[in-house]
């Protein structure tokens, strides 16, 4: 076998989201949306909320960004030069970007997060990180992530009276995995030490960035790591609930598949935890999953990491750990700003296959929270808190005291947020099904599943757009069977993204949606994409999609930027997105992160080449033999200017 069908042999992480675990015969979108698309609604909306919030430590209540309106030599909102398909698809082994941007590195996989805390790691094809070192290096599989600034003494950004750096700031970066034979060499880890390495690589990097010719990562009492078995907490509805207790009396340790992100209103980083299912295994072969544990995937082997065969935790068929698996799932809120806090999870937000999270904050001060839960014919949900975010005291936590919905899409451009509590008496099954709101939250796909949901084609991020609707990436669908004038797609292999208005700014529990663009209508433009995934919207109309798949004439994942202010119709005039960058062979683009003033953004190159030195040894040079690391890439606009300008 030769080492490229190795790394082609790992795919089964990447493919996990495909393979539905939704048997509850819920009415699929795809038929809401044929139904749909005949009528053509359009969202309304009049809210008008900051698309993203930048938080200095020392007042938390700071929000919103630069206010001024970007200048282009065309006098286009997104008036960049857009990078060619030519260009783009010349070389797979190195980036390529539009000609009026210029890109550097910043902490690929492996940097030590402080001086002479562990040993680098450059690639070396013999060797690989040991365990201990590998929990105080850079994570792999970079992905969601936040810039918080910090407060400068000769401050180059103030908002709202806040003092905010532009230079220096601390950057959260999820890692949401790395394969076996990428992290250790091997297919299989075949010692615990093996074990360690791969779950010290996965979680979150928390460290402080600064631009001194150049941007680098600082030499910082903030910069640490979460992984797999940092000590973690729980809050809200199931906490101190038996459903979290094991035999083994194990305390709670670690996050994992740490996805997508988002910030909140007061400065923490919440980042969210997918695929978990695959770290588990059975190392007995009478072990079968339970109904809920089907429900979310769980198999005897996993995604083939085999940790189970060396860490008790993760193996499903020991009674002693008979509830870690209740242990994720969830969104983990970090206080970046306290190295000594341990990440918190809230499990008022339920527990899904969480990609993503943008929190909204509401002219009465309450935040909304909107998520999606990636796998195939899974659900979108809402979470809203009970008071505004400024009323809770120390102690209290606006993401513990609120309610959980599920969309419902409507035929008439209308949709339905449907409360998750067994306290919903119109759904008494709720209550019939679950003994308490703990347990509904700990199988919130089951609830869903029950209220009738509207099963969605691999929900993932969502953004706040300009106008308070909010943008959903839904990355792609094999199932559509039948094309037709408004939709075209048999299969649905591309994605598509909606956007959606909530009633009661923010508040209601009803919403309006639309299509944005049906992926498939870049075909044959120079703006062809596919597959999107990591989502922002920026505070002028900008919004920005990474994407995830296998893109069409010969281009590696994107970076693209749509004007949501130009008006636009999916089916006779779709926006038009503008490729700003393009990865190398087999990567991911994920992430987006900007400073106060958007002239400095962050994203992410995610697993490139899978992998495989054959394909590329980004961020070395090419050479053939380095292993190509995770990292994240800075973007700037020659001359300077907005990100997308």
């Known amino acids: 076998m030769t080492v490229k069908e190795e790394f082609d042999n790992a795919r089964i992480h990447d493919l996990q989201e495909d393979i539905p675990s939704n048997s509850s015969g819920n009415r699929p979108f795809r038929d809401v949306l044929q139904a749909n698309l005949q009528r053509r609604a359009v969202v309304q909306g009049g809210l008008t909320l900051a698309a993203s919030g930048f938080l200095a430590p020392s007042a938390l209540a700071a929000s919103g960004a630069a206010g001024s309106t970007s200048a282009t030599s065309s006098g286009e909102l997104v008036g960049f030069t857009p990078l060619s398909i030519e260009e783009a698809a010349a070389d797979p082994t190195m980036p390529s970007i539009s000609e009026d941007y210029e890109y550097s590195v910043l902490i690929p996989w492996g940097t030590p997060i402080r001086r002479g805390a562990a040993l680098p790691y450059r690639g070396d094809p013999d060797t690989r990180p040991s365990a201990d070192d590998a929990a105080n290096q850079i994570g792999i599989g970079h992905d969601g992530m936040w810039f918080f600034p910090i407060d400068a003494v000769n401050a180059d950004f103030v908002k709202d009276g806040y003092v905010l750096s532009n230079t220096r700031g601390l950057l959260c970066v999820n890692h949401e995995f790395g394969r076996n034979s990428h992290v250790m060499g091997k297919d299989a880890p075949e010692t615990l030490e093996d074990v360690r390495l791969s779950q010290h690589v996965h979680g979150v990097s928390v460290v402080e960035v600064v631009r001194r010719n150049g941007w680098r990562m600082a030499n910082s009492s903030y910069n640490r790591r979460i992984h797999v078995n940092t000590p973690v907490e729980f809050s809200g509805p199931v906490a101190g609930s038996a459903m979290l207790d094991n035999e083994a009396a194990n305390m709670p340790l670690g996050t994992v598949n740490n996805c997508g992100s988002g910030p909140t209103p007061w400065g923490t980083y919440v980042t969210c935890e997918e695929n978990f299912n695959g770290y588990f295994g059975a190392t007995s072969e009478a072990w079968e999953p339970t109904e809920e544990q089907d429900r979310y995937g769980f198999t005897n082997t996993g995604f083939g990491y085999a940790w189970e065969k060396f860490d008790d935790r993760f193996d499903l068929s020991n009674e002693m750990y008979a509830n870690e698996s209740n242990r994720f799932g969830w969104c983990v809120e970090i206080d970046p700003f306290d190295p000594t806090s341990a990440p918190v999870k809230r499990t008022a937000l339920g527990r899904v296959k969480h990609e993503a999270i943008a929190i909204a904050e509401s002219r009465s001060g309450r935040i909304a929270a909107y998520m999606g839960d990636d796998q195939r014919f899974d659900y979108c949900y809402k979470y809203t808190s009970n008071r505004p975010w400024r009323a809770y005291g120390e102690g209290e936590s606006p993401l513990d005291d609120g309610n959980l919905y599920v969309a419902r899409f409507n035929d008439d451009g209308t949709g339905d947020w449907i409360w998750l509590n067994i306290a919903n008496e119109e759904y008494p099954e709720l209550a019939a099904r679950f003994s308490s709101q703990a347990e509904l939250l700990v199988y919130t796909r089951i609830a869903a599943d ?196």
Not at 518 to 542: C, I, N, Q, V, Y
Request: hydrophobic share 35%; with cysteine.
């Open 450 to 645: 029950i209220v009738g949901a509207t099963p969605m084609d691999r929900p993932e991020w969502t953004t706040i757009g300009l106008d308070g609707c909010v943008f959903w990436t839904l990355t792609n669908n094999s199932a559509r069977e039948e094309a037709n004038a408004a939709n075209p797609e048999a299969p649905n292999n591309d994605g598509h993204i909606i956007r959606t208005v909530d009633a009661d700014d923010h508040m209601g529990d009803t919403f309006t949606w639309d299509i944005y663009i049906l992926a498939s209508s870049s075909a044959g433009t120079e703006g062809t994409f596919t597959d999107p995934d990591a989502a922002w919207a920026d505070d002028e109309g900008r919004l920005f999609i990474g994407t995830d798949g296998g893109q069409p004439d010969g281009l590696e994942d994107q970076l693209v930027v749509f004007d949501t202010t130009q008006a636009s119709d999916f089916e006779t005039n779709p926006p038009v997105a503008k490729r700003l960058f393009c990865g190398v062979a087999s990567d991911e683009i994920t992430g987006y992160a900007t400073t106060p003033d958007y002239e400095t953004a962050f994203i992410n190159m995610q697993h490139p080449g899978n992998g495989d030195p054959t394909a590329t040894n980004f961020p070395a040079e090419t050479d053939g033999v380095t292993i190509p690391r995770d990292c994240t890439i800075v973007l700037t606009r020659k001359g300077g200017g907005r990100i997308g300008s």
